[in-house]
Structures are given as C-alpha cells and as structure tokens.
C-alpha cells in the first residue's frame, strides 16, 4: 500500500477511538442519570447522540471510498472491513445509551434508581467494565485482551439471568410496581446488549489483526432469561 493509506490508516484508527469514547461516555452518563436521579444527564445523552451519528457515518463514507481508491488486500482490506463494522456497533451502542437515558427520564420521578436493586447495579457495573475494556482493546490493538471480554460477556450474560429473576421476585411482591419494573428490565436487556457489542467489536479487533473470527460459548438461558433476551415481554410483567 502507499503511505498514503498509511496516512489514511492512522487517522481511521483515531477517529474510531474518538467514536468509541463518545459511545463509552454515552453508557456512563446514562447510567450516571439512573444512579444520581438527575434529568438534565439524561437529556444530555439524547441531546447529544447526533455526533456519534454523524461521526459513525462519516467513517463509514471515509472507509467506502479508501475501498475504492486503495484497493486493499489482506489486512488493509480487513481493517477496512472491519472498521466499518466497529463504527456500527459503537453507533447502535450510542443508541441503547439513548434508550436507557430515555427510561431514566421514566424512573427518575418515581425516585426509582438501583439502589434497591443489587444484581442491575452489578450488570451495570460489569457492562461498564466490559466496554471500557473494548475502548482500551480499540486504542492498543491488543487482540489477546478479547478472550478477557468474551468472559466478561458470558459472566453479563448470567447477571442478565440474576437481574430477572430479582425482579420477578420483587414483582410478585409488589405487583403495583409494575411499570417501574417493567423499565428496569428493558435496562437490563440493553446492558446485555451493549455488552454483546462490545465482544463483536473485540472480535472485529482480532479479525482485523490475524484474519480469524473470535468464538463464543453459547449461553444457557432459563426460560424467562431468553425471552427476555429476545425481546418477548417477561409473562410476569404483562398487564
């Protein structure tokens, strides 16, 4: 390749960090919202969801036309390839930031946070950690870091399963919670999914550097787990 690509490689790999950071701040500013009942974060994250937009459609422009002009081979091609997939994942990650940002407003009058409900602070918590180990994956190049958060996905994965079930209980409790609970749980399944992008972007990462796709353990799901997963109401909270 000319050194223009090198050139061109370079910047692409400081735009998608920069991407990443804006879809990582996202996700924590949302959380943010929840735990501190402050609206104004919230409103910050949807207000704010243009740029990770923007951005995400500027490299995947950027990225077809170096495919044109170029015409890479091996790992060029593949970083090309798979930079545009990682862009799309952060982007669909800005908007699950978004989708918990807009529960936030939701639970945040009702003085709802996750102070009562341990096993979503931990999945927050663990999806945080995940994520930000991507961000830090993406910067270094570091494709052994993916088996570390491949396992982090598997452990969310459960937490998603441990998460449900504490609801369920707190639902047969107080079935007038409903609605409240019926948020938290939309919460839970967009952490999981964050966490999901966050092992295919390692995966990216890994395919981009040695041409091999990063496999994953299948996940055994209860019953109300999986539903859930899907996107099938929880029966529980049906009204």
Same mark, same amino acid.
């Given at each position: 390749?000319?050194?223009?690509?090198?050139?061109a490689?370079?910047?692409?790999q400081?735009?998608?960090?920069?991407?990443?950071?804006?879809?990582?701040?996202?996700?924590?500013?949302?959380?943010?919202?929840?735990?501190?009942?402050?609206?104004?974060?919230?409103?910050?994250?949807?207000?704010?969801?243009?740029?990770?937009k923007?951005?995400e459609?500027?490299?995947?422009?950027?990225?077809?036309?170096?495919?044109?002009i170029?015409?890479?081979?091996?790992?060029?091609?593949?970083l090309?390839?798979a930079?545009?997939?990682?862009?799309?994942?952060?982007?669909? @990650?800005?908007?699950?930031?978004?989708?918990?940002?807009?529960?936030a407003?939701?639970?945040?009058?009702?003085?709802?946070?996750?102070?009562?409900?341990?096993?979503?602070?931990?999945?927050?918590e663990?999806?945080?950690?995940a994520?930000?180990?991507?961000?830090?994956?993406?910067?270094?190049?570091?494709?052994?870091?993916?088996?570390?958060?491949?396992?982090q996905?598997?452990?969310?994965?459960?937490?998603?399963v441990?998460? @449900?079930?504490?609801?369920?209980?707190?639902?047969?409790?107080?079935?007038e919670?409903?609605?409240?609970?019926?948020?938290?749980?939309?919460?839970?399944?967009?952490?999981?999914?964050?966490?999901?992008?966050?092992?295919?972007?390692?995966g990216?990462?890994?395919?981009?550097?040695?041409?091999?796709?990063l496999?994953?353990?299948?996940?055994?799901?209860?019953?109300?787990?999986?539903?859930?997963?899907?996107?099938?109401?929880?029966p529980?909270?049906?009204?």
């Amino acid at each position: 390749m000319t050194n223009n690509f090198a050139e061109a490689r370079k910047g692409l790999q400081q735009d998608l960090f920069a991407l990443a950071e804006l879809a990582e701040d996202a996700v924590e500013t949302a959380l943010l919202a929840i735990v501190d009942s402050d609206d104004a974060l919230a409103r910050s994250v949807i207000e704010e969801d243009r740029e990770i937009k923007q951005m995400e459609m500027g490299l995947d422009k950027q990225c077809h036309n170096w495919l044109e002009i170029f015409h890479p081979e091996g790992e060029d091609l593949r970083l090309l390839c798979a930079s545009i997939k990682i862009a799309h994942h952060l982007e669909r @990650i800005g908007d699950l930031a978004v989708d918990i940002a807009e529960h936030a407003r939701i639970l945040i009058p009702r003085q709802r946070n996750f102070s009562d409900l341990p096993p979503l602070a931990a999945l927050s918590e663990k999806t945080g950690e995940a994520l930000h180990d991507t961000v830090e994956m993406l910067l270094h190049q570091d494709p052994p870091r993916a088996q570390t958060i491949a396992n982090q996905n598997r452990q969310i994965d459960q937490g998603l399963v441990a998460v @449900i079930a504490h609801l369920s209980e707190k639902l047969s409790q107080l079935p007038e919670q409903a609605p409240p609970l019926a948020h938290c749980l939309l919460i839970a399944r967009g952490l999981e999914r964050i966490a999901d992008l966050s092992s295919a972007i390692a995966g990216e990462i890994v395919f981009s550097a040695t041409g091999k796709r990063l496999r994953r353990d299948p996940v055994s799901y209860s019953p109300l787990a999986r539903d859930a997963a899907r996107g099938t109401p929880c029966p529980t909270t049906r009204n």
